[in-house]
């Protein structure tokens, strides 16, 4: 049966920590793994703009042994001349792997159901759990506590935007890491209520937990891990949402957040507004390990991706 990873959840929390520590271990062996050897090729299909993902997907694949195809927006018929579940069809004769950084989480389920091949969601609407895998793979190294998953136990506090990707997939993963999970976010903006109980259901099988709240301080309080994420997210309406008038301004992450915690680290997935989401003593400060977690995408991507051609 032909794995996928659309959302966090596809990763039971063993398969999560194993992902993490092949992931630990390709980052100390770069070209241990090359599950792509041929070159086979691996498609990273872009319906949005992108940096980090396109630059560690390419890279990530090439260090696999294989050769990335970028398939960047009106490129292809993916989804307009040609259906998704053709689209799917055709590519999974020719490529060995397909990352999709797309709007719709339908679309990606879609193709999954499709694809004779792995399908990785780059990101969507709903989720970005490739972020994730970097994100725990980062919290391990500066916060892990050396024991089970090095994560279990351990606090995470998002503030801001509770109903994006990033909000749900660390509800998700966090729970799936058995890790405490607050979401500070004002009313309005909190988080699916199905992601939220599909959240608390996994802590409760892990003895993590997941929470929203819209009191910044309090979600603070004895937090190992502080993290942000933009107020506009890709493909939103910036109407009210950036300027001083925002329902965000009291969620930036600032050093008096920072304060509340249990010695916390920060993270972001970036890019970054200084002075927006989070204060740039914060994030340019000696807690912030944004570049590492940046980083870390090439090592977890190309974790995941080994693991996933390893069981389809």
């Known amino acids: 049966m032909t794995r996928h990873f659309l959302r966090d959840d596809d990763l039971s929390p063993d398969e999560q920590a194993e992902v993490l520590d092949l992931a630990a271990r390709l980052k100390a062996a770069p070209y241990s793994a090359r599950p792509f050897e041929g070159p086979e090729t691996v498609a990273i299909v872009f319906d949005k703009t992108s940096t980090r993902t396109r630059v560690s997907f390419a890279a990530g694949v090439a260090e696999l042994g294989g050769s990335p195809l970028i398939i960047n927006p009106g490129e292809s018929q993916l989804g307009h001349k040609e259906s998704i579940a053709d689209s799917a069809q055709v590519l999974s004769r020719m490529v060995a792997t397909i990352a999709w950084r797309t709007y719709a989480q339908a679309g990606l389920e879609e193709m999954a159901a499709h694809a004779t091949i792995p399908i990785i969601n780059a990101l969507s609407d709903d989720f970005h759990p490739c972020q994730l895998l970097a994100d725990l ?3 391990r190294e500066h916060r892990g506590t050396g024991q089970g998953n090095g994560l279990a136990g351990l606090a995470l506090s998002y503030f801001g935007d509770g109903a994006n990707n990033m909000a749900h997939s660390y509800l998700l993963a966090g729970a799936t890491a058995g890790m405490d999970v607050r979401i500070a976010a004002p009313d309005g903006h909190q988080p699916d209520p ?13 003895g993590g ?50 304060a509340a915690g249990r010695d916390p680290i920060f993270l972001h997935c970036l890019p ?3 002075g927006k989401e989070v204060a740039a ?6 807690r912030s390990v944004v570049f590492d977690e940046a980083e870390n995408r090439v090592h977890a991507q190309k974790a995941l991706m080994t693991w996933l051609r390893e069981r389809s």
């Open 137 to 139: 793979l980062t919290i």
């Open 194 to 206: 199905q992601v939220l109980a599909r959240a608390q259901e996994i802590a409760a099988a892990t």
């Open 209 to 258: 937990s997941a929470a929203v709240t819209a009191d910044p301080v309090r979600a603070a309080q004895g937090a190992d891990v502080l993290v942000t994420d933009t107020w506009v997210s890709m493909g939103q309406d910036h109407a009210g949402r950036d300027d001083a008038a925002s329902p965000f301004t009291a969620y930036q992450v600032t050093e008096e957040l920072m």
């Open 272 to 274: 970054a507004y200084r």
């Open 281 to 286: 003593t914060v994030i340019d400060g000696p």
